[in-house]
């Protein structure tokens, strides 16, 4: 049993721990890399907590019954006249020893939901590795249909990754 709850400043040492982890662990699935956020000052998760509060934005995290993070989602809307009806949804990540329990739908199903109380929002869409046909089939299930594969977007060493963009109305 997990909650799910939207992250605060006061999450963002174990959100640092999380994303370390996933990038760490996934590196084909993220844009940023290792070397990028495993010396990073803890004050830029902190403040980047605190500045999701003043938009229309919002990270949510899953806790265990032990209140321990286990899982993440963020949502960050597009800004201006002609993209704000657009959000995209960002580092889905689930701890890999907590992964295969539901943790991830989840998250993004209460992400789609808090979404479409967001005025004016009327889609989202988001990314996933070619690589990663469990995440894929996941946004699949919840509604997300693929719009098209960029190719080689992500270089791991020498690995080149696609990634496919999917797409869903709200």
Same mark, same amino acid.
């Given at each position: 049993?997990v909650?799910?709850a939207k992250?605060?400043?006061k ?7 999380l994303?370390?982890?996933a ?6 699935a ?14 830029m998760?902190? %403040?980047? /907590?605190?500045? +999701? @509060? ?6 949510l995290? $899953?806790?265990?019954a032990?209140? *321990?993070?286990v ?47 967001? %005025?004016? /929002?009327?889609q +989202? @869409? ?7 046909? $469990?995440?894929?089939?996941?946004? *699949? ?7 098209g594969?960029?190719?080689?977007q ?12 999917m797409?869903?109305?709200?």
């Amino acid at each position: 049993m997990v909650t799910i709850a939207k992250l605060e400043p006061k999450h963002a040492k174990a959100l640092n721990r999380l994303t370390i982890d996933a990038i760490r662990d996934y590196p084909a699935a993220f844009t940023t890399d290792y070397s990028q956020v495993r010396h990073r000052p803890f004050g830029m998760l902190v %403040d980047h /907590l605190r500045d +999701l @509060e003043r938009t229309r934005g919002f990270r949510l995290g $899953a806790f265990d019954a032990g209140g *321990e993070l286990v899982g993440t989602v963020r949502l960050i809307p597009r800004e201006g006249p002609k993209l704000a009806h657009s959000a995209d949804v960002v580092f889905l990540y689930v701890r890999r020893d907590r992964q295969r329990e539901g943790i991830g739908r989840a998250l993004l199903e209460r992400l789609i939901e808090e979404a479409g109380r967001i %005025d004016g /929002l009327e889609q +989202l @869409e988001l990314s996933v590795s070619s690589d990663s046909s $469990a995440a894929r089939r996941l946004y *699949e299930q919840t509604g997300f249909e693929v719009t098209g594969v960029q190719r080689r977007q992500i270089r791991v060493g020498e690995a080149y990754h696609d990634l496919i963009a999917m797409w869903r109305s709200l």
